[in-house]
């Protein structure tokens, strides 16, 4: 049941709409017709903040493996 609900909250978190821009980011990128540069910034936004997230998840799994594994 446990890997259901991690299951599904990892698939509901990873197709969220987020816009990861700061105040004058958003001031400055908004006067932009195209709003390609605004997209772009706003994309790497988010993947500079998903890496830790995934890093540390990689991390935790290997460290549950590594404990589960023990106790068999």
């Given at each position: 049941?446990?890997?259901?609900?991690?299951?599904f909250?990892?698939?509901?978190?990873?197709?969220?709409?987020?816009?990861?821009?700061c105040a004058m980011c958003r001031a400055?990128?908004?006067?932009?017709?195209g709003?390609t540069?605004?997209?772009?910034?706003?994309?790497?936004?988010?993947?500079?903040?998903?890496?830790?997230?995934?890093?540390m998840?990689?991390?935790?799994?290997?460290?549950y493996?590594?404990?589960n594994t023990?106790?068999?």
């Amino acid at each position: 049941m446990k890997q259901k609900i991690l299951f599904f909250l990892f698939w509901f978190l990873l197709f969220l709409e987020t816009n990861a821009q700061c105040a004058m980011c958003r001031a400055v990128l908004e006067s932009e017709e195209g709003q390609t540069a605004a997209e772009g910034i706003n994309d790497g936004i988010v993947y500079l903040m998903a890496i830790p997230y995934i890093l540390m998840g990689g991390l935790g799994y290997f460290i549950y493996k590594k404990y589960n594994t023990l106790k068999k």
